[in-house]
């Protein structure tokens, strides 16, 4: 079964810019989405189609992708961004994520 | 706005059965495929399935591991999408969420339903 490969952990102070990567095979031919949920919170979508942001995201989310790995890329990163980061990918019409990173804001 | 409410869930011993429900508003809900997601307590977000608009034939998929035991359905009449789940095992404990599909994205999340299975 197709995998998606993050980091477990990023910690860095605030103002910092986080990079969370998102590897899998042939990922460049998929769209890439990710996902925020903050402790105890659903998911939130932050980041589809490997680049869009939707309505309401702050513009210091960004995302690429490159050969085989994706990237979230946080700006300026404040204590409110703090949380769980899953990216997603289709694989035969099934629905995948990461195991998630956990970035901290120290 | 788009709001989902999942509801359903509950404490169930091994071996038995439970259906989840999901009442969908705010979005055009009869023209969209909806997932369904779980998440095991302190675990990542594992795919459970999904179930296709009526002019894809409401056609459903499923992940491997609840294949042959879960049963993805929906009533366009009232926006509300159902997971059937028998032969519950301790591996299904989970909240359980359900989502709307748009631009290859699950783009919103309700705040999901427990459900426990022990005995």
């Known amino acids: 079964s197709y995998e998606l490969t993050q980091s477990p952990s990023v910690s860095l102070s605030p103002g910092q810019t986080a990079s969370i990567t998102c590897s899998g095979e042939k990922l460049e031919s998929k769209y890439v989405s990710w996902y925020q949920q903050r402790s105890g919170q659903s998911p939130l979508l932050v980041i589809f189609q490997d680049i869009k942001r939707p309505s309401g995201i702050p513009d210091r989310f960004s995302g690429s992708s490159s050969g085989n790995t994706a990237t979230l890329t946080i700006s300026g990163t404040q204590p409110m961004d703090e949380a769980d980061y899953y990216c997603?990918?289709?694989?035969?019409?099934?629905?995948?994520f990461g195991g998630g990173t956990k970035l901290t804001v120290l | 706005e788009e709001r989902l409410v999942e509801s359903g869930g509950g404490l169930v011993q091994p071996g038995g059965s439970l259906r989840l429900s999901c009442a969908s508003s705010g979005f055009n809900f009869s023209g969209a495929a909806m997932h369904w997601v779980r998440q095991a307590p302190g675990k990542g977000l594992e795919w459970v399935g999904r179930i296709r608009s009526k002019v894809n034939n409401y056609a459903t998929g499923y992940a491997t591991s609840v294949k042959g035991r879960f049963t993805i359905s929906r009533d366009d009449s009232t926006n509300t999408t159902y997971l059937q789940m028998t032969s519950l095992k301790t591996d299904d404990t989970a909240v359980y969420y359900c989502t709307p599909q748009s631009a290859g994205a699950v783009y919103k999340w309700g705040r999901g339903t427990l459900v426990t299975v022990s005995s």
């Open positions: 997603q990918a289709w694989d035969s019409d099934t629905l995948v």
